[in-house]
């Protein structure tokens, strides 16, 4: 048999299905993850005086803690802030080592650590260490950590309470009642989560606050109060040392749509969906079952207690709804052209008729509810347009409510789609946003959307034929960004442990700059997206703007793939619409282009999804796809056959995606169990990568530097999530035959914390793609295909 890989059609006979990819080669044996070594040089030269300063703070914490009295009848505990000047990822399980245990972590170079010995003896003894002892090599011993430590200081309530409630306090009468969640460290120990989390409950019964509500959830790292509390007492309950974090009462995400256009008589023929099309859920604000677009695919309109039925008073959901079924919506309708939607639709109602969660209701278990009521239903696809950018996400600390939707993806193989949430209008002020956009930590991700499993859909600036033309022009008035751009409305990256996010991106509408006004505002015509509307029965239609109308279309692009593959994992799924995206256009400066393309990750991802190439392959563009599954620290090999248009004179391009479900951990900040790379090789035979592989442990050879292909973003940047996707463009000849008739693929996978024999499941999305003014290379690839089954058949024969 040929050395390159099995390729078998997925839909016998469907022109341009896309092909499927097999391993070429057995995984290499599991191998040791090596010890690290090298590293940057000392921070602090002089070690013995910075050994004495940190030795002094840890006697200042000590003696504070000692003289500390009883705050509102619990006895506080010592947490400690370790300032570090690196990141911190890599030094957790050293200051364990040294007696104090992990809570938690403030930014990238800062964590909380509670010392059960009050004396810190463990701590100030290697400390001393560090001063005084050197190891065989000469260096000071504990350099690792203690070099890594710029200050060790008290933990003080400002580094638990958010600044909007600090301004709150500082201007309200000591009576007044704030509505605040209060999150409680959150630790591996299951009995000092709850006892913490008790003992929060207990000192605000004695502080005169009124609980709300309250989830303790050990197993996802989620411990939150909701309580009505005094103004004047807040800064008590902090100063007990139990929690982690106090904000303010959730906001809602999404905004009301102002505008609603559209008539029962003007609507085209909505056929409804194929037999075989998968269930798409929207969790969201209800859905309006009767609704032109929306009746034919309607399987049930649920609801989450306290709500009693599934109706859209808003209309939020149903727009939401009505994207995801059918994609972008202003061209079939303008041309009346015929409509079936690509799903089935389960509605499930969680926000209310402005959008907003139940004000008595912690928002993060109704969500899980929510999901779990959807898988429970059949649910493939779960559409999650909402959150709380009231709060957001501040890497790379997980969340809880995020690793509750991972672990849901995780056990039940659904694809999540989930916004990032808005910025708003008041927050821009002109022209030029990106750059404030990617360095603002108020412009980041909102709850939930950080969820490593699911995919994070950012919006971007929509097309021409896109919203509602004004009913009056105006010169002052002018959309923020242009065409295709990444829009003023979208939250940004990165995600848990800085992984890209958002992987993918949408049209989702964009604010207006008046220069009357001075201000950046919504508009009700310009810039945004025309969608389905519910509550009111005047009105079937409506525009709107946000990142809740660019998660949809990424869910379309889902269920297209479903129709046409149903067998398919949702790992799978995920790879192909990975593999669908498609660049967007730079917005931020940098001295090169690849700078600037790393730049602007956090805000379009890996690109802008396409329904089409998700679905099916063309003449000139093919994907394969491998679906495998390998145990920790294992390597995979694929062998592509290079067709001959990639030889001829064109631009070209390699497009590799990778999916997979790792287990998470939300108590850890090493979150994902394990972590897999995708390398690609052009010139060598796969024996000879396998061999290289094999002779480094595992690990990328060097040997092979020069036969590596160049793809980004990074694995170094790729490598840090769940859904990753990488492309490489050549726009001259620059492959040579025979010298490159071989192209390899590698998938790696290194295991963190992963049990030895737990297997991890992949999906691996391969994409070769010329220019059309080129030769294709779909047919030689299919005909190659058609040779592989007959010389396969021959063989078992």
Not at 129 to 150: K, M, N, Q, V, W
Not at 249 to 254: F, G, I, K, S, Y
Request: proline share 8%.
């Amino acid at each position: 048999m040929p050395d390159y890989m099995t390729q078998l059609s997925f839909d016998a006979g469907t022109e341009h299905a896309h092909l499927r990819l097999a391993q070429v080669l057995g995984p290499l044996p599991r191998r040791r993850t090596p010890g690290g070594g090298g590293g940057q040089g000392p921070s602090y030269p002089d070690h013995r005086s910075h050994a004495r300063n940190i030795d002094r703070q840890l006697e200042s914490i000590r003696d504070r803690h000692r003289e500390r009295e009883p705050v509102l009848g619990i006895k506080p505990e010592l947490v400690m802030v370790i300032e570090f000047n690196r990141k911190v990822h890599d030094l957790t399980d050293e200051v364990e080592r040294a007696g104090a245990h992990v809570l938690g972590v403030t930014g990238h170079q800062a964590l909380a650590a509670f010392a059960s010995d009050p004396a810190l003896t463990a701590f100030r003894e290697r400390c001393q260490a560090f001063h005084s002892e050197t190891t065989a090599e000469g260096t000071p011993r504990y350099r690792s950590l203690f070099d890594a430590i710029d200050v060790v200081r008290p933990l003080e309530p400002a580094d638990v309470i958010d600044d909007d409630v600090r301004e709150r306090v500082a201007g309200a009468d000591p009576a007044e009642l704030l509505r605040v969640d209060l999150e409680c460290w959150c630790t591996e120990t299951r009995a000092d989560t709850e006892r913490r989390h008790q003992e929060t409950r207990t000192a605000l019964a004695h502080a005169g606050a009124g609980e709300l509500d309250t989830s303790c959830r050990h197993d996802v790292g989620f411990s939150l109060i909701r309580a009505d509390i005094p103004a004047g007492r807040l800064v008590e309950v902090v100063r007990t040392d139990r929690v982690s974090r106090v904000s303010l009462l959730p906001r809602p995400l999404l905004t009301r749509s102002q505008v609603r256009l559209w008539s029962h008589d003007r609507f085209p023929p909505v056929e409804p969906p194929n037999q075989r099309s998968a269930t798409l859920a929207v969790i969201d604000s209800g859905i309006q079952a009767g609704h032109p677009l929306l009746a034919p695919a309607v399987r049930e309109a649920l609801a989450i207690a306290p709500f009693t039925d599934g109706a859209d008073e808003n209309g939020h959901g149903s727009r939401v709804a009505s994207l995801a079924l059918y994609g972008s919506l202003e061209r079939a309708l303008h041309y009346r052209q015929p409509l079936r939607p690509a799903g089935k639709l389960l509605g499930i109602r969680v926000l209310d008729h402005q959008t907003e969660f139940p004000d008595k209701t912690l928002w993060q278990p109704m969500v899980e509810e929510a999901v779990e009521l959807a898988i429970g239903h059949g649910a493939r696809v779960i559409n999650l347009s909402l959150g709380d950018p009231a709060h957001p996400y501040r890497p790379p600390r997980p969340v809880a409510i995020a690793a509750a939707l991972d672990q849901l993806a995780r056990q039940h193989d659904v694809v999540l789609v989930v916004s990032t949430g808005n910025v708003f209008p008041g927050d821009h002020t002109g022209v030029e946003y990106a750059a404030r956009q990617v360095t603002s930590g108020e412009h980041r991700l909102a709850p939930p959307s950080m969820a490593a499993l699911a995919l994070t859909v950012g919006a971007l600036v929509p097309g021409h034929e896109q919203g509602a033309r004004p009913a009056r022009e105006s010169v002052s008035v002018r959309p923020l960004g242009p065409q295709g751009t990444p829009s003023p409305v979208s939250r940004t990256g990165p995600g848990i442990e800085d992984a890209i996010k958002p992987e993918l991106t949408a049209p989702g509408g964009t604010y207006v700059h008046d220069r009357d006004r001075k201000q950046v505002r919504t508009d009700r015509a310009t810039g945004t997206i025309v969608g389905g509307t519910g509550g009111d029965p005047e009105h079937l239609l409506d525009t709107d703007i946000g990142t809740s109308l660019a998660a949809p279309l990424v869910s379309h692009a889902c269920l297209r793939v479903l129709g046409r593959y149903p067998w398919l994992s949702g790992r799978a799924v995920r790879a192909l619409v990975l593999a669908s995206a498609e660049p967007v256009p730079q917005v931020l400066d940098a001295d090169t282009d690849k700078a600037a393309d790393r730049a602007q990750l956090g805000l379009s991802g890996f690109g802008r999804v396409s329904t089409e190439r998700a679905e099916v392959s063309t003449e000139h563009r093919a994907v394969l796809l491998a679906e495998e599954s390998m145990r920790p620290d294992q390597v995979h090999f694929y062998e592509v056959p290079v067709p001959s248009a990639f030889f001829a004179t064109g631009r070209k391009s390699l497009t590799v995606a990778l999916a997979f479900n790792p287990d998470t951990r939300a108590t850890s900040l090493k979150y994902l169990a394990s972590r897999m790379s995708v390398y690609a090789y052009r010139g060598p035979s796969v024996q000879e990568v396998q061999r290289k592989f094999t002779a480094s442990g595992g690990e990328p050879p060097e040997a092979l530097d020069n036969a590596k292909v160049d793809l980004q973003p990074s694995d170094k940047r790729r490598l840090l999530g769940a859904n990753q996707a990488a492309t490489k463009r050549w726009t001259t000849h620059r492959w040579k035959h025979p010298e490159h008739e071989r192209l390899v693929l590698v998938v790696r996978n290194t295991s963190r914390w992963a049990a030895p024999d737990d297997p991890q499941r992949y999906a691996l999305a391969v994409v070769l793609e010329v220019d059309e003014s080129m030769p294709g290379l779909y047919a030689e690839l299919r005909a190659r295909f058609e040779a592989l089954v007959e010389i396969e058949t021959e063989i078992e024969i």
